[in-house]
């Protein structure tokens, strides 16, 4: 069984800095497309970022181009979201995710962390 966990949303100001953090496990990771969405109040959860376990793939939603960057370390099992430059829009619950397709959609994924709030204060 897959379990995915992710500690470390919080608060911070526009313009600040985050860094996510998605640890995986319960299988051998290889080239499974680990992903992170997001939702805010109201709306959908939306495609935020995506790479194979493999890194030969990465893809990102055109809102976060250039201050998001999606990575991951093999030795920890962890897959990581650093975000600059936030804005109050994006502001929401953060949820990691993985698959076997490597997919803007949410049902693309078949495992998900339960998510972190994320707070962009303006």
């Known amino acids: 069984q897959v379990q995915l966990v992710e500690p470390g949303g919080g608060l911070v100001q526009a313009g600040g800095s985050l860094r996510l953090s998605c640890a995986a496990s319960g299988r051998t990771f290889s080239n499974e497309a680990m992903g992170w969405f997001r939702q805010a109040p109201g709306q959908e959860r939306e495609f935020v970022a995506a790479m194979r376990w493999s890194g030969s793939t990465i893809s990102y939603a055109d809102s976060v181009k250039g201050r998001f960057t999606i990575s991951r370390d093999n030795a920890k099992s962890t897959v990581y979201l650093q975000m600059n430059g936030l804005k109050p829009a994006d502001t929401a619950v953060y949820y990691c995710?993985?698959?076997?397709?490597?997919?803007?959609?949410?049902?693309?994924?078949?495992?998900w962390g339960r998510g972190t709030q994320v707070t962009v204060s303006s």
């Open positions: 995710a993985a698959g076997s397709i490597l997919g803007s959609s949410r049902y693309d994924y078949a495992y």
